[in-house]
């Protein structure tokens, strides 16, 4: 955009010669550029603009030192009116926005997890069914024969409380229908025989007393006959008491005891069934255990390991592998859908809060390196990845960038470089960054005229992107700038800032735009404006 012209006669830059009092060696500059992807081409095309402009200074070196005579180089660009685009450019890797993920089922057994035996090469095509992953299975298999003895044992105490409950069901009806009628007619026979004991005493008695009238009786054997019927009317009152506690009280006991024994062996056995059933689920949850330790494909398509900075560990080692160790519900493979594809991008703390869902985006792979892509922002996220390095204090957030219609050779994993569209203007006049340099908080260009002149001209900058600074106010279309400014800058004076100017050069914070601040970049806090060519 700003090409340099050299005289074939003497090998000198013609388009940017002044003769000064003091000579000073020249030094070239180039424009600083944005992170890009390490491609040939770029590599080609960096190493092509480095020499040009060295053997540009070698050139001009010689002719000075040929000449003797005090005069000194100097390097110009012209003011160009063009379309200005302010970029965030940033890596990335290509990955799919339609996955069949695939995780781990398998429930850890440890903290650590199941280890891989076996895996599928990355990038085989599987069909539905297909095995993906085999698991080490060894722990389970010990785990199932001793919940297959645990439930053994549960079964077998499960049935000896199920044939208590039938004994002790069958002991109330035997009580009810057997042993307590037994028991009551044996005390009704008992209450005859006293009563039958009674009624003989009685008639004993009163036969004594007719003799005892007529003296054949004495006093000691009537008082014996007295004594005799009063023992056999407590043996009467005795076994009618016990007939009475024996329908009243002990009936009550016995049938509580034998309720009360039916309800425990019931409770009992319904707590082992219960504990034979959760050993049955137990030994049902390890065979599909066993069973998921065998991992395949649920739909067709490519294997791609989720090893991605999202899945890797605090120390960024490959977490998909034979013999590492996965767990519970991690994804071990992705089946991407090749039709909808998407970048993630690593957008650097500092640019993060310029990158907003919406914004278009070019795309560059490093695999297709002849081909631009276009594609949109769709997430920013609002925390940063895990950073891959305890000592890496640097955050980075990720960027979703949807593909406008992706080529069938872009594949998962594929490294891309970002450049996220954050503000363009049209027809704008713009100088290169390194033109322009700041001297008491103000900016100021040195412009080269056809006499060999140099001018210093102060100029009003907008926005500013890694490579150019757009000029509001100051230069026009036909001046040419300086591109090593500082080698000159001592050469003049500067004039001084009146106090009610400096304050209007300083608006307050709050009265800027809250959406000017977030697209432009301000020329006084961006270190590439104040630095120069250096």
């Given at each position: 955009?700003?090409?340099?012209?050299?005289?074939?006669?003497?090998?000198?830059?013609?388009?940017?010669?002044?003769?000064?009092?003091?000579?000073?060696?020249?030094?070239?500059?180039?424009?600083?550029?944005?992170?890009?992807?390490?491609?040939?081409?770029?590599?080609?095309?960096?190493?092509?603009?480095?020499?040009?402009?060295?053997?540009?200074?070698?050139?001009?070196?010689?002719?000075?030192?040929?000449?003797?005579?005090?005069?000194?180089?100097?390097?110009?660009?012209?003011?160009?009116v063009g379309r200005f685009v302010n970029e965030v450019v940033e890596a990335g890797e290509v990955e799919s926005s339609s996955n069949v993920e695939v995780r781990c089922e398998v429930q850890s057994r440890n903290s650590n997890g199941s280890a891989i035996l076996e895996i599928v090469a990355e990038g085989t095509y599987v069909q539905k069914g297909d095995l993906l992953a085999r698991l080490d299975d060894s722990a389970l298999q010990s785990e199932l024969l001793q919940q297959q003895i645990a439930c053994n044992s549960s079964e077998t105490l499960a049935v000896q409380a199920k044939n208590e409950l039938e004994a002790n069901r069958l002991a109330l009806q035997e009580y009810e229908s057997g042993t307590f009628r037994q028991e009551v007619e044996l005390q009704e026979s008992l209450v005859f025989v006293a009563e039958e004991n009674l009624r003989r005493a009685?008639?004993?008695?009163?036969?004594?007393?007719?003799?005892?009238?007529?003296?054949?009786?004495?006093?000691?054997?009537?008082?014996?006959?007295k004594f005799a019927?009063?023992?056999?009317?407590?043996?009467?009152?005795?076994?009618?008491?016990?007939?009475?506690?024996?329908?009243?009280?002990?009936?009550?006991?016995?049938?509580?005891?034998?309720?009360?024994?039916?309800?425990?062996?019931?409770?009992?056995?319904?707590?082992?069934?219960?504990?034979?059933?959760?050993?049955?689920?137990?030994?049902?949850?390890?065979?599909?255990?066993?069973?998921?330790?065998?991992?395949?494909?649920?739909?067709?398509?490519?294997?791609?390991?989720?090893?991605?900075?999202?899945?890797?560990?605090?120390?960024?080692?490959?977490?998909?592998?034979?013999?590492?160790?996965?767990?519970?519900?991690?994804?071990?493979?992705?089946?991407?859908?090749?039709?909808?594809?998407?970048?993630?991008?690593?957008?650097?703390?500092?640019?993060?809060?310029?990158?907003?869902?919406?914004?278009?985006?070019?795309?560059?792979?490093?695999?297709?390196?002849?081909?631009?892509?276009e594609g949109t922002v769709r997430t920013v996220s609002d925390f940063p990845l895990p950073s891959v390095n305890v000592y890496n204090t640097t955050k980075e957030y990720a960027a979703i960038v949807e593909i406008h219609v992706p080529p069938h050779a872009v594949r998962p994993g594929m490294t891309a470089e970002v450049a996220i569209q954050i503000e363009q203007m049209d027809d704008v006049l713009q100088v290169p960054l390194q033109a322009v340099f700041e001297r008491d908080r103000r900016h100021f260009c040195l412009l080269q005229h056809d006499g060999d002149e140099l001018e210093l001209r102060e100029v009003q900058l907008g926005p500013v992107n890694e490579k150019f600074a757009v000029i509001r106010t100051g230069l026009n279309s036909e001046d040419h700038v300086v591109l090593n400014p500082r080698t000159?800058?001592?050469?003049?004076?500067?004039?001084?800032?009146?106090?009610?100017?400096?304050?209007?050069?300083?608006?307050?914070?709050?009265?800027?735009?809250?959406?000017?601040?977030?697209t432009v970049a301000h020329p006084e806090s961006n270190p590439q404006v104040s630095g120069g060519a250096g």
């Open positions: 955009m700003f090409p340099l012209t050299v005289d074939p006669r003497n090998r000198r830059v013609r388009s940017s010669a002044i003769r000064l009092r003091r000579p000073r060696l020249v030094s070239g500059a180039v424009a600083p550029v944005g992170r890009r992807g390490f491609t040939l081409g770029r590599m080609m095309a960096g190493l092509a603009l480095v020499s040009a402009i060295g053997t540009a200074i070698v050139f001009s070196i010689k002719s000075r030192s040929g000449l003797g005579n005090g005069t000194e180089d100097v390097l110009t660009a012209a003011v160009e009685e008639e004993y008695l009163r036969y004594s007393e007719r003799l005892a009238v007529r003296g054949y009786v004495t006093e000691i054997q009537l008082e014996a006959d019927v009063e023992k056999a009317r407590k043996e009467l009152d005795v076994a009618n008491s016990k007939l009475e506690v024996l329908k009243t009280y002990n009936k009550r006991r016995m049938l509580n005891r034998l309720q009360a024994d039916i309800r425990i062996a019931e409770s009992k056995l319904q707590s082992l069934e219960n504990s034979h059933t959760l050993d049955l689920s137990k030994l049902e949850n390890l065979k599909q255990q066993l069973e998921k330790c065998v991992i395949r494909a649920p739909a067709a398509g490519q294997v791609v390991y989720a090893n991605d900075a999202r899945t890797r560990n605090s120390s960024g080692d490959i977490v998909i592998a034979e013999g590492r160790l996965v767990r519970e519900r991690q994804i071990m493979f992705r089946l991407p859908d090749p039709k909808r594809m998407q970048v993630m991008a690593k957008i650097n703390e500092s640019r993060i809060e310029r990158v907003k869902p919406g914004m278009t985006a070019k795309l560059t792979l490093d695999a297709l390196s002849d081909m631009v892509l000159h800058e001592d050469d003049f004076s500067y004039p001084a800032v009146a106090p009610e100017t400096a304050t209007a050069a300083k608006p307050p914070a709050s009265k800027t735009p809250a959406s000017e601040s977030k």
